[in-house]
C-alpha cells in the first residue's frame, strides 16, 4: 500500500513563501508521477503541479507558474513544492498525489490519473 504524507504547510504573509514536502512510503517512488493539488474552501480540487516520474516533466497550472517549483529526491522519497510570491488566492488545503502507472514521460495534471493521495496539509496566506 501506497502512502503519502504531507508537511511545511502553515500561515505566511503574502509575498512570502513556503515548502511543502510528501514523504511516500510502501511503493516504488521511482515509478510514480507525483501531483500536488489545492482545494479552497467552497471551491472544487485543482490540479497546482506534478513531475514526472523520470523527473524530466514538469507541469504547472498557469495560475502558479514562475512563483511555484515542484522538485523531486529519489534517495528520500519525497516531492516538494516550493511555493514563492504567496498570495492570499493561495490559501487551500494541499494534497500531494501520486500517479502509479503513469503513461509516457508526461506530468498528468488529471486528477482521475493520480490513484493515492495524502491527508492534504493546509497553507494560509495572510493579506
Known amino acids: 500500500q501506497v502512502q503519502l504524507v504531507e508537511s511545511g504547510g502553515g500561515l505566511v504573509q503574502a509575498g512570502g513563501s513556503l515548502r511543502l514536502s510528501c514523504a511516500v512510503s510502501?511503493?516504488?517512488?521511482?515509478?510514480?508521477?507525483m501531483g500536488w493539488f489545492r482545494q479552497a474552501p467552497g471551491k472544487e480540487r485543482e490540479f497546482v503541479a506534478a513531475i514526472s516520474w523520470s523527473g524530466t516533466d514538469t507541469n504547472y497550472a498557469h495560475s502558479v507558474k514562475l512563483r511555484f517549483i515542484i522538485s523531486r529526491d529519489y534517495l528520500k522519497n519525497t516531492v516538494y513544492l516550493r511555493m514563492n510570491s504567496l498570495k492570499s488566492e493561495d490559501t487551500a488545503v494541499y494534497y500531494c498525489a501520486a500517479d502509479t502507472a503513469p503513461i509516457g514521460v508526461m506530468a498528468s495534471s488529471i486528477q482521475s490519473r493520480y490513484d493515492y493521495w495524502g491527508q492534504g496539509t493546509q497553507v494560509t496566506v495572510s493579506s
Open positions: 510502501g511503493g516504488t517512488f521511482s515509478r510514480y508521477t
